[in-house]
């Protein structure tokens, strides 16, 4: 992959701007790179990485340690997973999925419906687990906790969701499928409660969803007056 040649920016001088075309010359990623001065005196490099001419992101340096920002592998997949087309792709799969899980017969476990969300499950759990994997490549899984990383995977507490529901996902692979039959049901069969969750993972695809829900989870606090109001004034009536 050509590049231009890049050098650590001098402290005092102005961001350092370097493209890195990927997927031939098809898309263009950018990285920034600052020098600043921390509050205990030491020099370091803010990088700032943006693709698809989306604003710029800040992130660590090393993706787990290994992957620097400026490797061809981190670049291609950070280019990736910032197309617009990915998330809409994984949107209408985790659609996909709640229609399957919704078809699901309880009372019938060998029922025709079961038996093809059983076949289709494994599907999207590597369809799942590889949009967690490219994204903990690209922005890191939780960065160096002396540096800030605020974009990093786990920084973000809706990604917490994804990352439980992909490990509880692959948790329950491993204990191995289940049968119809009651008799041989795994005693990890628990696990498959947190399927669940996989239709909230919606709330984390689409921005203005998880202003809405940020919205109602702040205004809980403050309705604790409104309540106690509500259950004195019902108090009162019953007495009455």
Known sequence: MAQKDAVRPAKGQAPLLTT?????????VSVKETAEI????????????????????EICPFSLGVLHVQHPLRLWIFAFVEYKMFDHVIL?????????????????PC????????????VLLIVFTLECGFKIVAYGLFGNPSKKCPNSYLRDGWNWLDFIVVVTGLMSAA????????????SFGF???FRAFRPLRSLTKSPK????VN???LSIPKLGNVCLMGIFLMTIFGIL
């Open 20 to 28: 890195y075309p990927v997927f031939g010359s098809l898309w263009e």
């Open 209 to 212: 969803m998880k202003v809405i």
């Open 38 to 57: 921390t509050e205990e005196g030491f020099d370091k490099t803010r990088i700032e990485i943006s693709a698809h001419d989306k604003p710029f992101k």
């Open 175 to 186: 204990a191995g499928s289940e049968s119809c039959n009651e008799d041989s049901q795994s």
């Open 92 to 108: 209408a799969l985790i659609c996909f999925n709640t229609v399957i899980m919704g078809m699901q017969n309880f009372r019938d």
């Open 191 to 193: 696990l498959r409660v």
């Open 215 to 217: 919205t109602v989870l």
């Open 111 to 122: 029922h025709d419906n079961n038996k093809r969300g059983a076949a289709i499950d494994p």
